[in-house]
């Protein structure tokens, strides 16, 4: 049964946004060039250079590295999205003049290796034994300016994203039920002023909270640091409301790859999990001028 919350997911990038983002991250780098390559390079120096794995990890960087050089660079990339790759692997192939490649090097390889190790870290929670059609969900806690391109690298990973932004759907948290005053008013507030007609979540810690959402009638809930044992419960109260297979359940806060089956096998149809972002480890990624 389709699930009454359906968030966008970020399963490729447009070229033209990747390159305006390598340009912000550029300008920060070389405010005022790089005084260093300028000062020993020739402009008239060409190199070929290759990206090549240290470590071994799952690749993301097919639809960016591309767009990482600027012309007249040019740029082959030797894995696909998603794949598997082992130390002494060459990524990407960059050939043009040595200039242009000294001075993006840097940012190419900070992003990649970040975003390389996210893929990495979520395709280790997929691989674990999960029901089928289970969303291992990242969460908003991401690095300031690289959010897009974090959740595309979940979702290389195997992952499924949640909301991209607080714009894309209404989650109505802890805090917003205190500044409310209630459920009911949090609720009733949010259907007044929801003008784009998108899905209304909330986020529960106690069952009492949950019936009362389920009264209201929302599209989801997010079980908040709840047990195992209490979520199948409320996953149970759930499903024997009418229609209550189209409400979307996830659960978060204080899951971890040790414990994630356990919540898997409760009947809720994900978990949203910061540890896929925020604890991931960039991986080990050289640049290095050929003969």
């Given at each position: ?5 359906q968030y966008e ?103 990649i290796q970040r ?70 008013a949090a609720i ?104």
């Open positions: 049964m389709e699930k009454r919350i997911q970020i399963t490729s990038l447009d070229p033209d946004w990747v390159r305006s983002q390598i340009g912000k991250f550029m300008a920060e780098d070389i405010p005022n060039g790089d005084v260093t390559t300028e000062a020993t390079v020739s402009g008239s120096i060409f190199v070929v250079a290759k990206m090549v794995a240290v470590d071994k990890f799952i690749f993301c960087g097919e639809s960016i590295i591309p767009y990482c050089f600027p012309e007249p660079c040019l740029v082959d990339v030797k894995k696909k999205d998603g794949e598997w790759v082992q130390p002494g692997n060459t990524l990407a192939i960059i050939t043009g003049p040595a200039g242009p490649i000294l001075t993006y090097e840097r940012v190419t390889l900070n992003l975003l390389c190790g996210i893929s990495t870290e979520t395709k280790k929670y997929c691989d674990l034994n999960l029901p089928e059609g289970f969303k291992v969900m990242d969460t908003r806690k991401t690095t300031p300016g690289l959010r897009k391109f974090e959740k595309y690298s979940v979702s290389v990973g195997g992952g499924w994203n949640h909301r991209l932004d607080l714009t894309s759907g209404i989650l109505i948290k802890d805090n917003h039920l205190q500044a409310a005053g209630s459920v009911k009733d507030r949010s259907r007044e002023q929801n003008r784009k007609n998108l899905p209304i979540g909330l986020e529960v810690d106690t069952l009492d909270q949950l019936r009362e959402g389920l009264d209201m009638d929302v599209d989801g809930f997010l079980l908040d640091n709840m047990s195992p044992e209490t979520v199948k419960e409320a996953v149970e109260i759930i499903r024997a409301r009418p229609n209550g297979e189209s409400i979307f359940v996830e659960a978060s806060g204080g899951i971890n790859y040790n414990t994630l089956e356990s919540y898997a096998w409760t009947g809720i149809d994900g978990v949203s999990m910061s540890a896929i972002t925020a604890q991931a480890t960039a991986v080990d990624i050289k640049l290095e001028f050929m003969n």
